[in-house]
């Protein structure tokens, strides 16, 4: 395979043409190949920069089967091609031997290399196809998949180049975000707030019952031999759990980070916002709030429980995207974790960790949040008596724009509906197939719905 195999513009990816002569290489090929990769990136990495040009065909053979279906229906290997691109990273070395050849043809591989701007979709593609396929996947197991990816990603977003591409996938979604299937980099982050939201609540779950098990342990010493051994057994797979969701949700979080830093198309869109919002907040009060000596233990280290660092990349994220009005009002809008104390106590938290710099920026996301708390609050003592048939029925919020589903001729709002089918292309009230390209825009409904608020606004 050379740099001419199948090299297809993005706009063509991915590939689902079965009758390529590519789809009929056998899998246990590309297995050895990703096989291969891995055992010399762990035992002699030098050996990549050995072969110099010769990464580039390496880079094509991966691109080429990697995010194509038609080519490699095993979702599990797709995934093992992305590990082993991660394999052609520069900074991977052995422990106790000297690095003598430097870097440079890794390097190059991605940043010089004609077709390595396909990286950045190919590597979204895989992520979210890994949730998408309706093969047995372990639901752990993607977590285990996906972290190569994220090293991948933190990499080539230091690379101008590769940042403009993510720019441009993110400005594509929000231009695209009503088509019938949901842009590539929608789904992406989607996935990424379910990751963050489902591994840090594990974590935290797990940080919680070991507390719980300290205080019992003294007292397992008067058991039974068996039981004894049994508790420690329970308590070491707890913490060997705990370890494991906290790396990830970390790592998870720290791309969210990555990506707000330059991104807030599709972030701070009306699909996204209130997600977004609603799961830092959750995660700040929790880590800052009354709760937060639930999860003390005698050793954070020993289960990599960084709950400085996760407020530190959540504060941050808020930073990164004050300036969107539609996430500060997103943020005021969360009933359930959102309180006007829930800065005061991360910026307590931020200056224990040396944060002082994060602390006083985030004064000012806290004024202006403030501000829109207060609005909302007039806004919804206005709409108090709202008639029932202006509120959505899913979310129980004033429908601005309402659409009506085709097969249930259920009328919801369209921002409510539209996050639903990012995780489940169906009708939520009868499971008929929907997508947003099917939704019929209920004129009608809306302008009285306007009317209506208009008016309460007069009086």
Same mark, same amino acid.
């Given at each position: ?54 990464? @580039? ?5 991966? %691109? ?30 052995? +422990?106790? +031997?000297?690095?003598?050849? /430097?870097?440079?043809?890794?390097? &190059? ?14 590597? %979204? ?45 993110? =400005? ?7 088509? $019938? ?23 935290? @779950? ?5 507390? =719980?098990?300290?205080? =019992? ?14 508790? $420690? ?15 990830? /949700? ?14 807030? $198309? ?9 997600? %977004?919002? &609603? ?9 800052? @709030? ?31 995207? $004050? ?5 500060? #009002? ?40 403030? #501000?829109?708390?207060?609005? %909302? ?31 249930? #001729? ?30 019929? &825009? ?18």
């Amino acid at each position: 395979t050379t740099g001419e195999v199948t090299c297809l513009p993005d706009s063509q990816l991915p590939v689902s043409d079965f009758s390529s002569p590519l789809s009929f290489i056998p899998e246990f090929v590309l297995e050895n190949i990703c096989e291969h990769l891995l055992l010399v990136r762990r035992f002699n990495p030098a050996h990549f920069e050995q072969v110099g040009p010769k990464l @580039g065909d390496i880079l094509m053979v991966i %691109l080429c089967f990697m995010d194509q279906p038609g080519l490699v229906r095993n979702p599990h290997l797709r995934a093992r091609l992305a590990e082993s691109l991660e394999c052609l990273l520069p900074g991977h070395e052995v +422990q106790g +031997q000297p690095n003598i050849l /430097g870097s440079y043809q890794r390097q &190059a591989v991605f940043s010089d290399h004609k077709h390595s701007m396909r990286i950045a979709p190919a590597i %979204l593609h895989v992520f979210v196809s890994i949730e998408e396929t309706g093969h047995s996947v372990q639901f752990e197991q993607k977590f285990s998949y996906r972290r190569p990816m994220y090293d991948i990603i933190k990499y080539i977003w230091e690379i101008d180049a590769f940042k403009n591409k993510f720019r441009q996938l993110a =400005e594509e979604a929000e231009r695209d975000i009503e088509n $019938e299937q949901p842009p590539l980099f929608l789904r992406f982050i989607n996935l990424l707030i379910n990751d963050a939201i489902f591994l840090l609540d594990e974590g935290l @779950g797990f940080m919680k019952q070991i507390q =719980e098990k300290e205080a =019992e342990r003294p007292g397992w010493s008067t058991l039974p031999e068996n039981e004894r051994t049994e508790a $420690e057994r329970g308590f070491h797979h707890m913490s060997m759990m705990a370890r494991y969701h906290n790396i990830m /949700g970390i790592e998870t979080i720290s791309v969210i980070e990555l990506l707000t830093s330059s991104i807030t $198309e599709v972030l701070t869109h009306s699909t996204m916002a209130d997600r %977004l919002a &609603a799961m830092l907040n959750y995660f700040l009060k929790t880590l800052t @709030g009354p709760d937060r000596k639930s999860f003390k233990v005698s050793n954070l280290d020993k289960f990599s429980f960084k709950p400085g660092e996760v407020v530190s990349r959540i504060s941050q994220i808020y930073i990164n995207l $004050e300036d969107s009005e539609s996430f500060i #009002k997103a943020i005021s809008a969360d009933g359930r974790s959102y309180c006007p104390e829930l800065f005061s106590w991360a910026e307590n938290v931020l200056l224990k960790v040396s944060r002082a710099d994060l602390a006083t920026s985030l004064t000012n996301v806290a004024a202006r949040v403030g #501000k829109a708390a207060a609005s %909302l609050a007039e806004e919804e003592e206005l709409l108090a008596d709202c008639p029932d048939a202006f509120l959505c029925p899913i979310m129980s919020v004033v429908m601005t724009d309402p659409v009506i589903l085709p097969s249930s #001729k259920q009328t919801v709002d369209r921002s409510t509906i539209a996050r639903h089918l990012l995780s489940d292309q169906s009708d939520p009230f009868n499971r008929e197939p929907l997508t947003m390209d099917m939704l019929e &825009a209920d004129e009608e409904l809306k302008e009285k719905v306007r009317q209506w608020v208009e008016s309460r606004r007069r009086t």
